[in-house]
Structures are given as C-alpha cells and as structure tokens.
C-alpha cells in the first residue's frame, strides 16, 4: 500500500485512481492509466502479483495455445510470432500478460489443457489448431474458463472465434485458374485431423462446381503442413499419368518445397504447372518466379483475438461488444507469377 500512497501523492490522484489503473479496471481513462504506468515505472514500483493474485483468485495471465513438433520448428514461419506481437500489445493496455502454452503434437491436446485448468495457471485461454470434433471446447466451457478459438470446429461453434477465410481464398483461387483455361485443378490439404483442411477442401470444391467443374479425388493431396509436405506434393502429382494443369496449396510453407521439387524435374513454376499458395510468408518472398499467394496483417489478427478474447471475461466485457464473437479474417491477393500458365479452352 505504501508504494500506491507514494505514487498517488506523486500524481496527485486517488489511491483507488491508481490501483484501478495498475489493475488495467475499465473505468479508468487511457491517459490517465498511462501517466500512472510511466510514473510508476520511473519510481520502480513493482506491484505483489503473487500477493494481489491470491486476493482476486486470478492470475492476470491469458494462455495462447500453440501446437509444436519437430517439423514445424524446423520449417517455422512468422505466423505465431506475429499474432503473438498483436495480442501481447492489446493485453497491455489492461495489465494482462501472455503465456505460451506449447503443446506437443505426440500428447493429446485435450489432456495437456485439462492440466493448465487443473493448475489454474492462467485465467482465459486462446487456443489454436481446433479440429473437426475438439474436446477442449468442452472442456473450458465445463470448466468456466473464458476462451476464444484460432479456428472453427465441425460444429455449431457458439462460442467466440476467429478464422481465416479459407472460403473466401479456395474461390479466389478457383475463379483465377479458370480464367486461364485451367479444369484440371488439384489442392493439397494438411493430412491431420485438423478441421481448416476440410473447411478449405469443401469451399473448393463448391468453387470448382460454381464453374461447372467436378473434382478429381486423386486431385485433393494430402500432405505435412511444411515444406518436406510441399516436396512430397511435388512428387505425388508428377507420379500422376494424367497431371493436373495446376494446384491450390493451403499452407504457405508447402510453396517452397513444391518449388524445390519442380526444379529438380526441370519444371518451373507458373509455366509447367501454375501455385497459388496461401498466406504470403518471409521465405515466400523470395521464390522465383513470385509466387500467387494472400496476405494478411498478423498483428492485427491477434488484436482481434485479444479482444473477442476480453469480450468473454466479466472484468473487461462493458468495453467490448456483447455476445461471442464469430469472425472470418480477410485475407487480400497478392498476385505474381507463379499462376502464369495459360491453358488453351
């Protein structure tokens, strides 16, 4: 209390004025709670957590659940690091910190967050990876626990939610290599359980039908979400008789392993056979011919989240808007060379 005293003398406010503001409470402007946070920091006041923590029964910690294996770490990409940026600035600004919680892809999801809930480690949880049937969805709502989701599930999904638009990209995608003559389309899907695949196989084969187009089963490949996935695409479509003109991916990694193989037959890109990928990454960048692919902004995609996360916390929903949150991300084409190839009609 002593150190609150001091910084309410220091400022010239109310004590419950700057404990509010150090507790990130609503009700306290956004000025005000900066020049409590800057003084606070130039007296070196450091508020007992741990102490405040057992008072109020919570942590002011929000879990970010994350999926890892050796593969993805080898082949890693920005996309959680990132939303990680987003969500860690918007948490800030109400005194919340962010921890990663990696799990394993040789433990049961499931079974890892039921510990997290066990422990009490944190009190709201972001999860990510969401398959088609997700026990922890159950699990959190059992367990009172605020949650929003990375991803949709096979189900009716009341609960809050962010994803991309795999739709939106499957029939742009469809819409471009149509124009160019292309029937014989294939699209490579993740060969998990993982509920975007079937969510992005769905929405092209609608595209493919909007264009009075029929799908080739041997067409939808399933791979690794890496670049050792994009290579193993690769050799599966050039083992085909009767190729495909040109493939969707849906992972931005596969793009670079599928380059790789091309060259290695002696193909090339966007001429023997036209990519589109999917989220425009850093090594993405720099393939040539330019690969055909989305952008996003990832910063702002974890500001979403943190804030459909809040929504669904008492403490902080007056300053968010009321009911779940169910959003599709946008996701802007970014055109290059890599879709080139023309088919006569």
């Known amino acids: 209390m002593k150190g609150i005293k001091r910084l309410a003398q220091h400022l010239d406010i109310s004590i419950g004025t700057v404990s509010r503001a150090l507790n990130g409470k609503p009700d306290v402007n956004e000025e005000t709670r900066k020049r409590v946070l800057d003084a606070a920091a130039k007296l070196g006041y450091a508020p007992n957590q741990a102490g405040r923590s057992l008072r109020r029964g ?7 659940m994350i999926e890892t294996n050796e593969e993805t770490e080898a082949n890693s990409d920005n996309f959680f690091l990132g939303v990680i940026a987003g969500l860690t600035g918007a948490l800030l600004r109400h005194n919340l910190d962010l921890v990663v919680l990696p799990c394993s892809v040789n433990e049961d999801p499931h079974d890892y967050l039921q510990r997290i809930v066990a422990r009490r480690l944190v009190d709201a949880v972001i999860i990510s990876a969401t398959q088609r049937e997700d ?8 367990a009172h626990v605020p949650f929003i989701a990375l991803g949709r599930t096979g189900g009716p999904d009341e609960h809050a939610w962010i994803d991309l638009d795999f739709e939106g990209v499957a029939h742009e995608a469809v819409a471009r290599l149509v124009a160019r003559g292309h029937k014989q389309i294939a699209v490579a899907i993740p060969d998990t359980d993982i509920n975007l695949g079937y969510v992005f196989r769905d929405a092209f084969i609608d595209a493919l039908a909007r264009h009075g187009l029929t799908v080739d089963p041997s067409f939808i490949i399933r791979a690794r979400s890496s670049e050792h996935g994009g290579y193993t695409i690769g050799n599966a479509i050039l083992a085909m008789e009767d190729r495909p003109t040109a493939v969707v991916l849906v992972y931005e990694m596969m793009a670079i392993g599928l380059y790789r193989r091309l060259n290695e037959a002696g193909l090339t890109p966007g001429q023997d056979l036209a990519i589109v990928g999917f989220r425009e990454g850093p090594q993405s960048q720099f393939l040539s011919p330019a690969l055909t692919c989305f952008r996003m ?3 702002d995609l974890g500001i979403g989240l943190a804030e459909g996360l809040l929504a669904t916390m008492p403490d902080y929903a007056d300053l968010y808007p009321a009911g779940p949150m169910h959003k599709l991300w946008p996701m802007e084409l970014v055109e290059g060379e890599s879709d080139g190839m023309v088919i006569d009609r």
């Open 297 to 299: 902004s990832l910063r």
């Open 58 to 64: 919570t942590t002011n910690a929000i879990g970010f």
């Open 135 to 142: 026990r922890r969805i159950d699990l959190l709502k059992a």
